[in-house]
């Protein structure tokens, strides 16, 4: 079993920064990819950015030149820095993470969710 924790979400101004951290624990032989979603209310829950575990990262094209992830693997923990932000970037974050375990299996977990409030 693993688990994701999520930490850094809150209340910021327009304009401000904000850095999500995403640990994983558990079984974990390795980290194959790893993920920000997000949710606003009465919206369909849409990707933010990904990373391979050979730090291959593909963005939202409304987050490209604001967001960044980057990824800890000796913590088994991924970021999401996130810069100049915008009323229109609230929402739920989540992290998924695609996880290997010793008989390779694959599985992919999701967290639980932080809350990210932009005021204008």
């Known amino acids: 079993q693993v688990q994701l924790v999520e930490s850094g979400g809150g209340l910021v101004q327009a304009g401000g920064s904000l850095r999500l951290s995403c640990a994983a624990s558990g079984s974990i032989f390795r980290i194959n990819e790893s993920g920000w979603y997000r949710q606003a209310p009465g919206k369909r829950r849409e990707l933010v950015a990904t990373?391979?575990?050979?730090?291959?990262?593909n963005y939202a094209d409304s987050v490209k030149g604001r967001f960044t992830i980057s990824r800890d693997n000796a913590k088994n923990t991924v970021y999401l820095q996130m810069n100049s932000l915008k009323p229109e970037d609230t929402a739920v974050y989540y992290c998924q993470t695609l996880v290997v375990v010793a008989t390779g299996t694959k599985y992919r977990y999701w967290g639980q969710g932080t809350q990210v409030t932009v005021s204008s």
């Open positions: 990373i391979t575990d050979g730090g291959s990262t």
